[in-house]
């Protein structure tokens, strides 16, 4: 089973930027497409932005446009989410998934196999 673990998150302020990895244990084209989602105390899990592996194909969440980038690099294996201008309701657990929503072409079926997850504090 492939796994996926996500790193790079932290404490910032408002403003500043962080970089999230997600690395795969095996070729990141297991997956038709991979997702970054974020949960806040209290709140629904939300996706932020998904990748299509194979033609590069990106979208984002409105509330995260111009501001975050979704990225992947295929010789590591990883996915990478670029946070910019991050803003306090930005804070959150941070998860990736082989789960997309936000496209043209939504995934329907239930994902369960969440990882660990990296947070990410914003200060104001």
């Known amino acids: 089973q492939v796994q996926l673990v996500e790193s790079g998150g932290g404490s910032v302020q408002a403003g500043g930027s962080l970089r999230l990895s997600c690395a795969a244990s095996?070729?990141?084209?297991?997956?038709?497409?991979i997702g970054w989602f974020r949960q806040a105390p209290g709140k629904e899990r939300e996706e932020v932005a998904e990748?299509?592996?194979?033609?590069?194909?990106?979208y984002y969440a409105d509330s995260v446009k111009g501001r975050f980038t979704i990225s992947q690099d295929n010789s590591k294996n990883t996915i990478y989410l670029q946070m910019n201008s991050l803003k306090p309701e930005d804070a959150a657990m941070y998860y990736c998934?082989?789960?997309?929503?936000?496209?043209?072409?939504?995934?329907?079926?239930?994902?369960?196999?969440w990882g660990q997850g990296t947070q990410v504090t914003v200060s104001s």
């Open positions: 095996t070729s990141i084209y297991f997956a038709n497409c």
């Open positions: 998934a082989p789960l997309c929503t936000l496209g043209p072409s939504p995934d329907k079926f239930e994902y369960s196999d």
């Open positions: 990748v299509y592996i194979g033609d590069g194909a990106t």
